[in-house]
């Protein structure tokens, strides 16, 4: 069965601070991998990657994927609290009709 | 870049009742849309895969008859949540997929 699991579930850091979320999974046949962030609303995209070991860079939010350990990790450094949201990893795989499957979600909460 | 509109964004009825959810696609054609339930501090859960001619595909667990899912052109998709009750209460969303998954803005049902 497809499974996607992020790590930790929540998390509490000061603003300034450099936090890595994790995200593993298992999926048939591996397309992409995507990372999104939520507020208040519909999740905003920040990354999709498919090729292992080629960062991704966006301002402070930076990502990566292990293919072989079958991992993401998504860094965000000087933190604000503007960063304050859950985000969400999810996989896309061919083999299961072109669907997302989400990870249960990080909730960072940045604290002035 | 690709725009998913969701209709309504919010929507209070009745138990009882029925409301339709609007997905579009504004700027491409959308075969496939995905609809996704959130309940609060949940990730998003994918309720049922939208296809444009065809029946949709529904996830374990999700009744069809209650969540009637029409797809009758390539830029709509519509979520109809029939005889709602209090526990159908919730954040759905719908994304399509061109070039990277695209979200609605979602549309919170509250039903008293």
């Known amino acids: 069965e497809d499974k996607v699991v992020q790590s930790p579930l929540s998390l509490v850091v000061h603003e300034g601070d450099t936090v890595t979320l994790n995200c593993s999974y298992e999926v048939t046949n591996f397309r992409s991998l995507l990372w999104y962030k939520q507020e208040k609303k519909a999740p905003t995209f920040l990354f999709m990657l498919?090729?292992?070991?080629i960062e991704k860079k966006s301002g402070r939010l930076s990502s990566i994927l292990d293919k072989k350990e079958l991992f993401s990790i998504l860094n965000i450094t000087a933190t604000q609290t503007g960063d304050s949201a859950i985000y969400l990893c999810a996989v896309w795989g061919s083999g299961n009709t072109g669907k997302l499957i989400f990870g249960q979600g990080t909730t960072l909460q940045v604290k002035p | 870049g690709a725009v998913v509109s969701q209709h309504p964004s919010w929507v209070i009825c009745k138990s009882g009742t029925s409301v339709k959810i609007e997905c579009r696609s504004l700027d491409f054609q959308a075969t496939t849309m995905f609809w996704y339930r959130q309940f609060p501090k949940q990730s998003l859960m994918l309720m049922a895969t939208?296809?444009?001619?065809?029946?949709?595909?529904?996830e374990q667990g999700v009744e069809k008859d209650k969540f009637l899912i029409n797809h009758a052109s390539l830029t709509l998709s519509t979520l109809t949540v029939t005889s709602a009750h209090p526990e159908d209460s919730s954040f759905y969303i719908c994304?399509?997929?061109?070039?990277?998954?695209?979200f609605g803005s979602g549309t919170r049902l509250t039903v008293v």
């Open positions: 498919t090729s292992s070991g």
């Open positions: 994304s399509a997929n061109r070039d990277g998954y695209t």
């Open positions: 939208s296809n444009e001619g065809s029946k949709a595909t529904y």
